[in-house]
């Protein structure tokens, strides 16, 4: 579990739902679990409108919104403020739909049957980077990396010979998230603390010039580092 933030570090959530009692309840127990509710929005344009104005740290959203879906809402936003966590909170567990919300920049993905704890927990992780899904559906995403990393698409200036080196402990830390291992299981793999995993990961991001975590995995899957 992620330590209990206080004060002026707590989590900034903003919750998107177009059914106003499912979405009132999410905010109130988010905040009822001490996290930092700063907006709430029934709609995908008014979801991006708010959450470009309170930039909230983690974005719950739901897929099934009028006027802009939300696999559009969560691509504009995340292409916009790169460190914008998305964790997906959906009625539908459908293959596909994962896929594409994953796709367009979802850290994670939580089906609406999970319990107010599974939120709150999952929240929390996903505040700090690490990917949340429904029991299932992390082999399913890890899947499609892999298949993706199979296809002729090198990430851009992978070849260059004046390609960024990570170090020995980037690499390492980069191996891990790739085989699907959270922030926490990595730092007690390689009894480190879980800042200095994060650390670790930012630098790496910086160095290849990537944008979040599934652009990380995919590019360590296209080395083989997942299976190394």
């Known amino acids: 579990m992620s ?12 919750v998107v739902d177009d059914h106003p009692m499912w979405r009132d309840a ?8 001490g996290l930092d509710v700063v907006a709430t929005a029934g709609d ?13 740290d983690v974005l719950v959203l739901d897929l099934n919104l009028p ?4 696999v559009q809402v969560c691509k504009e936003l995340v292409g916009g403020r790169p460190e914008l966590r998305v964790l997906v909170l959906s009625a ?16 994670g993905y939580l089906l609406k049957s999970a319990s107010t704890e599974e939120l709150i927990d999952a929240v929390r992780r996903t505040a700090v980077g690490d990917p949340v899904f429904t029991p299932g559906l992390a082999g399913l995403v890890l899947g499609e990396y892999r298949r993706l990393a199979s296809e002729p698409a090198p990430a851009p200036g992978a070849d260059e010979p004046n390609a960024p ?15 699907g291992l959270s922030y926490k299981q990595i730092a007690e793999r390689l009894v480190i603390s879980h800042r200095t995993v994060q650390n670790h990961v930012q630098n790496t991001l910086g160095k290849l010039q990537l944008h979040n ?16």
Do not use: F
């Not at 330590?3 to 903003?14: K, L, P, S």
């Not at 995908?44 to 909230?56: D, H, I, M, S």
């Open 213 to 228: 975590r599934v652009e990380l995995v995919r590019y360590a899957i296209e080395r083989g580092l997942d299976d190394a």
């Open 3 to 14: 330590e209990q933030q206080t004060g002026a570090d707590r989590i900034r959530v903003m």
């Open 67 to 70: 006027v802009k879906p939300g």
């Open 26 to 33: 999410v905010a109130r127990d988010l905040a009822e679990a």
């Open 165 to 179: 080196r990570l170090t020995e402990r980037e690499t390492e830390v980069l191996r891990l998230v790739a085989k």
């Open 44 to 56: 995908g344009e008014q979801a991006v409108r708010r959450a470009l104005a309170v930039t909230p």
């Open 92 to 107: 539908s567990g459908e293959h596909a739909d994962v896929l594409e919300a994953v796709k367009s920049g979802a850290t």
